[in-house]
């Protein structure tokens, strides 16, 4: 298992986040599948090769989620917000603290294009 953190070097920005199959994340990040908006679009924007994908550490699945918190703490205290990528700063409930727009909550939905694991 493996906390993960992707970088942008021309930009300074920053991606933190947890995958159990390095090959498949790496691949959804790369991809478009499964990925982080803010992320996807610098790829498109920047192209893959200016992006360095690291793993951070190896642990067991069973502290995996921790130890991406441990992470996202250090990203969220010492780097600036407008470098970062992630938008949650909890790796257990992504969406603790977070609402949806009034628009966005008005809209209609939108047919699910997103991650089948």
Same mark, same amino acid.
């Given at each position: 298992?493996?906390? %993960?953190?992707?970088?942008?070097?021309?930009?300074?920005?920053?991606?933190?986040?947890?995958? %159990?199959?390095?090959?498949?994340?790496?691949?959804?990040?790369?991809?478009?599948?499964?990925?982080?908006?803010?992320?996807?679009?610098?790829?498109?924007?920047?192209?893959?090769?200016?992006?360095?994908?690291? %793993? %951070?550490?190896?642990?067991?699945?069973?502290? +995996?989620?921790?130890?991406?918190?441990?992470?996202?703490?250090? +990203?969220?205290?010492?780097?600036?917000?407008?470098?970062?990528?992630?938008?949650?700063?909890?790796?257990?409930?992504?969406?603790?603290?977070?609402?949806?727009?009034?628009?966005?909550?008005?809209?209609?939905?939108?047919?699910?294009?997103?991650?089948?694991?």
């Amino acid at each position: 298992m493996f906390p %993960v953190f992707i970088s942008c070097p021309k930009t300074g920005g920053i991606y933190l986040g947890s995958a %159990v199959d390095i090959y498949d994340r790496f691949y959804d990040h790369l991809n478009g599948h499964c990925s982080n908006l803010h992320l996807q679009n610098a790829i498109n924007l920047y192209g893959h090769d200016t992006f360095i994908f690291r %793993v %951070v550490e190896l642990c067991e699945r069973n502290v +995996l989620l921790a130890r991406e918190q441990f992470y996202l703490d250090l +990203l969220f205290t010492a780097v600036a917000p407008a470098l970062i990528f992630n938008f949650a700063r909890d790796a257990l409930a992504p969406f603790t603290g977070r609402t949806h727009s009034k628009d966005t909550r008005a809209a209609p939905p939108r047919p699910y294009g997103g991650c089948s694991k």
